[in-house]
């Protein structure tokens, strides 16, 4: 066997509203229910699929919990824009920009929260 790509992943929340508003306001992700009741984000061509918390919606998820992310997502946007950005948003940065290593080359990233306080990473890949 061997794995291609990653179509989603699931993101454990507090609030599947907040999260929503977060992602779409600060990120740009189109927000849809694709079951009654069950949301994801969309984006390029991937999803998080929004799972809240104390809600169960698959009975073989063992450790659901808000804020134990570490997401990364790849722009081509200026580094510099993606900060001016988030400031706009009243998004704190708490590092960056920083060279981190990516899945297919070096980026340069920027680190903040999401409102349950996983950990967001923006980053362009930069081929030096």
């Known amino acids: 066997m061997k794995v291609e790509s990653l179509d989603h992943v699931v993101l454990t929340v507090a609030s599947i509203g907040r999260a929503i508003a977060f992602y779409e306001r600060v990120l740009g992700f189109e927000a849809r229910e694709f079951k009654p009741g069950r949301f ?13 918390v104390g809600t169960v919606v ?15 997502f790849l722009t081509r946007t200026p580094i510099e824009e993606v900060m001016q950005h988030l400031r ?30 996983n950990l967001v990473e923006v980053s362009n890949e930069v081929d030096h």
């Open 88 to 117: 706009t948003h009243g998004v704190q940065v708490i590092q960056g920009p920083v060279t981190a290593t990516g899945a297919r080359m070096k980026l340069l990233s920027v680190y903040f929260y999401d409102p349950d306080e």
């Open 58 to 72: 698959d009975p073989n998820v063992r450790h659901a919990t808000p804020g134990s992310a570490d997401l990364c």
């Open 40 to 52: 994801s984000l969309h984006f390029g061509r991937q999803k998080i699929n929004l799972h809240e």
